[in-house]
């Protein structure tokens, strides 16, 4: 049985009025597709497109949490001239921040995914 990836507030968009941190999750978009700043009052409006990439990025982020038993075997090679580095990929998971940046009306926006390190035992069966 695969452990559910929670989506609580693993979202944070920060506030064009007041700079403020605005925690979210996609549940909290309701089906007028507003948020609320909590800080300021500012509402923001998402539209049909911006959801859908959203929950596609955060269906992404499901797979990877429910491939954490395979990832913990996996390895990214990075080369360079006649040299390859291997880095596991627990690792990358572990020391990455992971972002959606979406240009939004002409400008760059940035939503943070607050991802909790995957918690793989270091230890293979032979």
């Not at 506030?15 to 597709?33: P, Q, R």
């Not at 300021?40 to 049909?48: D, H, L, S």
Request: charged share 25%.
């Amino acid at each position: 049985m695969a452990e559910l990836y929670s989506d609580a507030n693993n979202i944070e968009l920060q506030c064009v009025a007041c700079s403020n941190a605005i925690c979210f999750s996609i549940l909290d978009i309701g089906a007028d597709a507003r948020l609320d700043c909590r800080h300021c009052g500012k509402q923001y409006v998402f539209n049909e497109d911006l959801l859908a990439k959203i929950r596609r990025f955060e269906q992404l982020l499901q797979a990877v949490y429910n491939a954490r038993d395979v990832l913990g075997a996996a390895n990214v090679g990075i080369a360079f001239r006649d040299e390859e580095v291997k880095v596991p990929y627990r690792l990358l998971l572990t020391r990455l921040n992971t972002m959606l940046t979406l240009n939004i009306g002409g400008k760059e926006t940035t939503f943070r995914f607050r991802v909790e390190p995957l918690n793989i035992v270091g230890q293979t069966k032979e």
